[in-house]
């Protein structure tokens, strides 16, 4: 089997960045260090990938667009965005799904040292999870990566302000009426613990209403057994699907939406203005956060005047609260 990246950079003692720019003729190593990396390079006969050169010189014009899953609508609106405005500039694009959990972005990352790849934009805060990854560091220094809703050092970001959503949908329920406030989750991303702290922070600020955060699974029995056993008349739900599994749970139970209780999700799917009654929700901007890491991607690619100087936090996008009959 052929030498890998980790390879070289754990015979020559070097982090696997060092060896990327050793590969890259970066003038941020000492010679010293440069020689010891070749010579294990040479003992390998290692040719890098196109990726592990960084494309430095040559665009093949290949986008990457990276969800966890296929089945999340939410974020295949944002990859449509990104899709529609590459494509339309003469890029080839490339989905990936990496699945759910460290072990398949690990492998992901791996396959990705041997693609031809111009840049990578991944969808969803859920790859907060890279910064983890020892095969991260390699791939942000080889090649620009935009997240959408999150942000790794040497990444650029476009977030979108969902702790200030959350507050606008627990004031929305407080404004109707309701003091019994609960937050319903089934995940633990970053985007997620946002809307814990924005639904926690607005609570915090009214002495006659009580908040409590409620972590359950996504199957229906099991959300069923979890709100029987507590009362609520306020639910702020993580986003739109498991919104509309409480207000089914309920209506079994002759509880309705909004006369007994009001219901709010995230995400403004489509499916929330389409079900009876249909579903307030915040709308956390699929279309822009699209659009927004398309056009900071095809800046940097083109090295665009105006394209960012640094790699940071780009834009944080306000989310909006669409107030329907569900409240």
């Given at each position: ?20 720019r050793v590969l890259n003729s970066s003038v941020h190593v ?46 295949m609106r944002i990859a449509d965005q990104i899709n529609n ?69 040497n990444s650029y970001g476009v977030l979108v302000d969902e ?165």
């Amino acid at each position: 089997m052929s030498a890998t990246i980790r390879d070289i950079a754990r015979e020559a003692g070097v982090s696997t960045a060092t060896v990327s720019r050793v590969l890259n003729s970066s003038v941020h190593v000492n010679e010293e260090t440069k020689e010891k990396v070749l010579s294990v390079v040479k003992k390998h006969n290692y040719s890098p990938s196109t990726i592990a050169r960084g494309l430095k010189t040559k665009s093949i014009k290949t986008i990457a667009i990276v969800v966890k899953s296929f089945t999340m609508l939410h974020h295949m609106r944002i990859a449509d965005q990104i899709n529609n405005h590459f494509s339309q500039k003469g890029y080839d694009i490339m989905m990936f799904e990496t699945g759910m959990d460290e072990e398949g972005m690990s492998l992901f990352l791996r396959r990705m040292m041997d693609k031809s790849i111009d840049g990578i934009i991944f969808i969803g805060s859920t790859f907060q999870l890279l910064s983890s990854l020892p095969e991260t560091e390699t791939l942000l220094e080889s090649i620009p990566v935009v997240i959408s809703n999150g942000w790794l050092k040497n990444s650029y970001g476009v977030l979108v302000d969902e702790k200030e959503g959350s507050k606008m949908l627990a004031e929305h329920l407080y404004s109707k009426g309701r003091r019994n406030l609960i937050f319903l989750h089934s995940s633990n991303t970053e985007s997620c613990r946002n809307k814990i702290i924005g639904f926690k922070e607005f609570v915090s600020t009214k002495e006659d209403a009580v908040g409590r955060v409620v972590t359950i699974t996504e199957e229906i029995s099991e959300i069923d057994e979890a709100l029987s056993s507590i009362s609520f008349d306020g639910v702020v739900a993580e986003e739109d699907l498991l919104a509309l599994k409480v207000m089914k749970i309920l209506g079994k139970r002759g509880i309705r939406a909004p006369e007994d209780v009001s219901v709010g999700g995230f995400n403004n799917s489509m499916m929330s203005s389409l079900v009876t009654p249909s579903l307030t929700s915040v709308d956390n901007k699929a279309i822009e956060q699209g659009v927004e890491c398309a056009i900071a991607l095809e800046k940097i690619l083109s090295s665009s005047k105006d394209a960012p100087k640094e790699k940071k936090i780009l834009k944080t996008i306000p989310a909006e609260l669409i107030v329907r009959e569900s409240t």
